[in-house]
Nanobody
Framework: QVQLVESGGGLVQAGETLILSCAAS????????MAWYQQAPGKLRELVAS???????EYSDAAKGRFTISRAGGANTVYLQSNRLRPEDTGVYYC??????????WGQGTQVTVSS
């Protein structure tokens, strides 16, 4: 059974930093893509950042310049360093692992709350 487990969320003040971690187990190959999504209260889940095995890294406009996604080679572990957090960054952050065939695996999410 494939499991992705996020950690590192919490309650912080605006301007502070959080580092989110996601570790996968039960998947015998390297995910083609690993990514972080945010689901803000009352909104749809949206992409924050993604990192592919080919080396392609993408960020949402809101994340550019503040967040950094990192992944150690082919390891199924991914991090999101979130700097200069804003109240609008509040939400549940989900980790995604995507196989080469396009199958998606999701974690349960970790709550991030940024107070002003």
């Amino acid at each position: 059974q494939v499991q992705l487990v996020e950690s590192g969320g919490g309650l912080v003040q605006a301007g502070e930093t959080l580092i989110l971690s996601c570790a996968a187990s039960g998947y015998p190959w390297s995910f083609d893509v690993m990514a972080w999504y945010q689901q803000a209260p009352g909104k749809l889940r949206e992409l924050v950042a993604s990192a592919s095995m080919s080396g392609l890294i993408e960020y949402s406009d809101a994340a550019k310049g503040r967040f950094t996604i990192s992944r150690a080679g082919g390891a199924n572990t991914v991090y999101l360093q979130s700097n200069r957090l804003r109240p609008e960054d509040t939400g549940v952050y989900y980790c995604l692992g995507r196989s080469r065939s396009g199958r998606d695996f999701w974690g349960q999410g970790t709550q991030v709350t940024v107070s002003s």
